[in-house]
């Protein structure tokens, strides 16, 4: 139900005074073993810790596991055709975007299907609210937990009906959410906004100025800003300013924003990075949010050669970037590859209640951080696991050897978030004992000392069913990913059909009382009409 708009600025200005986020439930899943590790470095920035040792036990051939591209699923790799790596061991940068699921639901609310390519089955699981607990100090809770797939008579089954080795494994990551008491640091926050021509279709430009000017009303005094502007060419609109006695200005500049021509990216992109770097304020989160279709057409189009100017100001001067997207023809994957190289996330909004949650509960969670360049590395057993493999993070896969090189990028994640691996996991027939431990490294963000967290998991964790006992946050993980991998043609254990699974997602939206999975329903629905 939409909130009105003085109740819901009333509600948003005490979410930002108190840099308070949306928070998940509690409850655990799995055996989490909460154990600490700070490791020592190296003169040369790396860490001399050693990588998890995968269990003693066969490795098997050294991997011939498909990548999970397009180009594999179209070959028709099955997941019984994989081979797991030799050293068992599956290790990724952590990554919090949503984008790729909300362009996904805006695509099937228009009536299309989205492009495989488009489709990244992380963004969809990471997009619903998790139960893991919240750590009690700053880092990581480290929770893992599983089921077998079942039909919907209730018979486990596999990839083609069958299978019944083949088991879920969630590696669920949370973060503390701010005190309620406490104070974030102040923000400095350089806005570079999309003003091409593409950008006058509805949902656009409109929601932009909407978002900015209640966040304006909502920033606390000691706030900075600074808008840049970018169509053929790029333009600093207000340079940083403190919010305390400018919110009028702010208001004024807002409000002019005008739709003109063409879509110069890398200018707005390398304004936007100058302003902030000029600007630039110690003791206070430096970002450049960046708010546009992607769409680019004038200028450098390509993003290897924006990625540069947003690489030295992340390394120089720890300006990190956050991508809104907007419209009904989105440039995702420039949007995706501009924030991941710049330290940070994307998310898409289509609607004025979505960007409103976005300006003014998310972004909180993007100007202060819990940890920096977070990856996790999970060591599976060989003498209980046949074969497994991690659904979605192809584009945040990091080298085994790197997980604990601190120079190696991992990804940003802010207070309150949680962070969500699914693993397809095929036990040895007979298989008894433990299964895979999870461990999830970073740096803290004020002194990069580095810091580790690890869960495990066993197979009694592992043997229940799917719909019939399980968690409904693991159930919810499943249909999203499920859901991901039927857009881009790929498969998975246990696979329902469209049907079944939107039935799955209704009954889950009932019990669960979550608007988010009613609305996960409807997408199922929309992309199965379009199947059919």
Known sequence: MKLRARTYKGLVAAVLASGVLLTAGCGTGGQADRTSYDGGRKDNGANE????????????????????SAESREKGDAFDESKP?????????????????????????????????????????????????RPKGDGFSVTVDGARPQSSEGEIRGESGGGEDWSLVRVGL????????????????????????????????????????ILTDQLRDDDSIALVTFSDEA??????TRIKGNRDRVHGVVDSLEP????????????????????RRRGATNRVVLLSDALANTGETEADAILDRIDDARREHGITLFGVGVGSEYGDELMERLADKGDGHTTYVSSSEQARKVFCDQLPSHVELRARDAKAQVAFDPETVKQFRLIGYENRAVADEDFRNDRVDGGEVGPGHTVTALYAVRLREGASGHVATATVRWLD???????????????????????????????????AAYFAESLRGGSMPGAPGLGELAARARKLASSTEDSAVRDLADAITRAQRLKD
Do not use: C
């Open 49 to 68: 810790a050693p990588a998890p040792i995968a269990p003693d036990g066969g490795g098997g051939a050294p991997a011939q596991e498909s990548d999970g």
């Open 85 to 133: 790596p030799a050293d068992y061991l599956s290790t990724f940068a952590l990554d919090v975007d949503t984008a790729s699921y909300g362009y996904a639901r805006r695509t099937l609310e228009d009536g299309r299907k989205p492009n495989a390519k488009d489709i990244r089955p992380e963004e969809f699981i990471n997009s619903f609210r998790q139960d893991y607990p």
């Open 174 to 213: 949370s973060t503390r959410v701010s005190d309620r008491k406490g104070e974030r640091p102040p923000a400095a926050l350089t806005f570079v906004i999309d003003i091409s021509g593409s950008m006058a279709e509805p949902g656009r430009l409109d929601l932009v100025k909407e978002s900015l000017g």
């Open 235 to 240: 333009e600093t609109r207000l340079p940083m």
């Open 260 to 279: 003109t021509d063409s879509t110069n990216v890398e200018a707005g992109v390398r304004t936007g990075y100058d302003t902030a770097v000029e600007g």
């Open 445 to 479: 963000p004020r002194t990069r000392a580095p810091h580790e967290q690890t869960g495990s998991i066993e197979t009694t964790a592992v043997g229940g069913a799917l719909w019939d006992g399980a968690s409904k946050r693991l159930q919810v993980t499943a249909v």
